[in-house]
């Protein structure tokens, strides 16, 4: 099958199971303009999933912005530097059940299903072909080029999404699939601050490591990320790569294969608060490791080094050159790169400025957590069961009204439910959570309207003659 069968097969099974039927959101008109039911900030893999499960679901007043080019929203063609998907090759989601929709289906396509049974793991590449050609095929309304700056909440249950560029855009409701950073920040240590900002990067930002060919680059972090970009920096020439740890091994065990295997992906929104926020903490504590393969791509070049139990004490600029300091002594490299992670709290997102001091966080409460009490998990929004921000006050119905049309389909729902909203292979199930919850709160919120016109309804289905068997008054008295 070639891709063009492919395509049509899919606007065969798409017809088949009446996609594309009218809106069933009743509409809402505003002074100022246009109404979406939906916006979705980010068109990454999770918001191109959102507006195809609200597609399908008949609520079609929808849009998708991103403030990147056409074709490179997400990591994966930005800051993402491994060569693979950590993911198993199988994985689904994206197209909700429909076979001809799987990356699976688009690769055998192009490439043959020998190929596709030599395939190990899907390469970053190819997934964000796939998911230039999702887009594509599903002719999914996505507009580039396009930054949030700010979510004004309106009276009437409307807000105002405020752009870099252009006129603000209203919505009903806002959808952030904003991705792994889109609920707080990437964490860059305190002490970093005494370096110029040419002398050092997060990993998360766009870096040209073929600058930096022939010298010594220092990394801070032990996870996944570090040994992507130390074997990216090596690849491209760096001399020589030391990637520091303040853990005295690395990180082996990850919680996500237990998660999977006993099927708590799709049900952990459904444990109580308390084994919640435990389970998050030791997730966040274990971290994320490499994979053999990002490890043994590093370690391949004679030139990388590996600094166990040895973190940075403090660093500064001595003649153009970073001095660091740690417990084996000071050494100098030419350049820094953090792998430090980031930080969950909706009030360092300056998009939500206008709310975030109303919005509900783990921290805010009462739980016995002992030992398990982390600041991280503290700083996690409590979100209602359909994604959605939660009041600070419960009681307060106008906070309530100003947060709850919020849903933060992103890393900062990891709390409440696990990687649904922000890992490939559980994705499927936070976009049926969203979904039912997004048609849930409309229904609530129109439910007066559609029952007075449920009571007035009176549209003929069907007519009938049915004069023939209607007696006359005098045929009756006879």
């Known amino acids: 099958m070639s891709l063009s069968d492919l395509e049509a097969k899919i606007a065969h099974d798409l017809e088949t199971l009446n996609y594309g039927r009218p809106n069933i959101v009743r509409p809402r008109t505003h002074p100022d303009g246009h109404v979406y039911d939906v916006l979705i900030v980010g068109g990454g893999q999770s918001g191109l999933g959102a507006a195809f499960a609200l597609l399908s679901e008949r609520m079609t007043n929808i849009l998708v912005i991103d403030a990147n080019p056409e074709g490179f929203e997400g990591p994966w063609e930005t800051y993402a530097r491994m060569r693979t998907l950590r993911t198993p090759k199988q994985l689904t989601g994206l197209d909700l059940g429909i076979p001809s929709l799987t990356f699976r289906a688009w690769y055998e396509a192009q490439y043959g299903l020998e190929a596709w049974e030599e395939l190990d793991k899907i390469s970053r590449s190819e997934w964000m072909r796939y998911l230039r050609w999702y887009r594509q095929v599903l002719e999914l309304p996505v507009r580039n080029d396009t930054r949030t700056t700010q979510i004004e909440p309106l009276p009437g249950g409307i807000y105002r999404v405020h752009l870099e560029k252009g006129a603000p855009l209203l919505a009903r409701k806002v959808v952030l699939a904003t991705g792994i950073q889109g609920g707080g920040e990437w964490h860059i240590p305190e002490m970093m601050k005494a370096l110029p900002r040419h002398l050092y990067a997060h990993t998360s930002e766009m870096i040209d490591f073929g600058a930096w060919r022939g010298k010594r680059i220092a ?15 090596l690849d491209a020439g760096a001399d020589e790569v030391q990637v520091f740890m303040r853990r005295r091994e690395i990180p082996q065990v990850s919680p996500i294969p237990f998660l999977d295997q006993n099927g708590l992906l799709a049900r952990f929104g459904s444990l109580d608060d308390r084994m919640r926020y435990i389970m998050t903490e030791q997730f966040l ?93 503290d700083s996690h929004p409590y979100l209602s069961p359909a994604f959605s921000y939660t009041a600070k006050d419960p009681n307060d119905s106008a906070m309530a009204a100003a947060v709850g049309g919020i849903f933060p389909f992103n890393f900062s729902a990891l709390v409440n439910f696990s990687l649904v909203a922000s890992g490939l292979a559980a994705l499927s199930y936070g976009l049926k959570r969203l979904v039912a919850g997004l048609s849930d709160q409309f229904l609530r919120e129109d439910v007066n309207e559609l029952f007075a016109d449920y009571l007035a309804y009176d549209e003929k289905t069907c007519e009938f003659d049915v004069s023939r068997f209607v007696r006359s008054p005098q045929a009756v008295d006879g």
């Open 219 to 233: 990394i801070l972090g032990g996870g996944a990320s570090a040994f992507d970009n130390a074997a990216t920096a």
């Open 285 to 377: 504590r274990l971290g994320q490791p490499p994979t053999n393969d990002m490890f043994d791509r590093a370690a391949a070049h004679p030139g990388f080094g590996l600094r166990l139990g040895c973190p940075w004490n403090g660093v500064r600029e001595i003649d153009g050159k970073v001095e660091i300091s740690t417990p084996e002594g000071l050494e100098y490299f030419d350049f820094a790169v953090l792998s430090t992670g980031l930080v969950t709290d909706p009030r360092l997102r300056p998009e939500l400025s206008l709310v975030s001091d109303k919005i509900r966080l783990w921290g805010d409460l009462d739980l016995d957590v002992g030992e398990y009490k982390s600041a991280l998990v």
